[in-house]
Nanobody, 126 residues
């Protein structure tokens, strides 16, 4: 069974940092397209950053230069991370990890590209 479990969220002050983790089971983090999305109260879910099956990395304009997505070099850990620096209050949201395990072929920044979703981890910046 394919499963994604996020962790690492919390409350920080503006300018602070957090690292989110997404542990994947039942799929390869190397050959799957993975992404981080977020949803703030009253807003639609939006893409934050994605890493494609061939390693192509993309970021939303709002987080470029502040956030970094990466996969553990220890492939046995099967995790994808989101390093978030210089956090701003507008980064406050529920953050979700997503995976495309079947090759949907949509744009990597589109939610439609992902068939597996985690439960989310809350990030609050004050």
């Amino acid at each position: 069974q394919v499963q994604l479990v996020e962790s690492g969220g919390g409350s920080v002050q503006a300018g602070g940092a957090l690292r989110l983790s997404c542990a994947a089971s039942g799929l390869s983090v190397i050959t799957s397209c993975l992404g981080w999305f977020r949803q703030a109260p009253g807003k639609e879910r939006e893409a934050v950053s994605t890493i494609g099956a061939y390693g192509r990395i993309r970021y939303a304009d709002s987080v470029k230069g502040r956030f970094t997505i990466f996969i553990s070099k220890d492939s046995a850990k099967k995790s994808v991370y989101l390093e978030m620096n210089n956090l701003k209050p507008e980064d406050t949201a529920m953050y979700y990890c997503a995976a495309d395990s079947i090759g949907r072929g949509y744009d990597e920044l589109s939610q439609m590209n992902y068939n597996i979703w985690g439960q989310g981890t809350q990030v609050t910046v004050s």
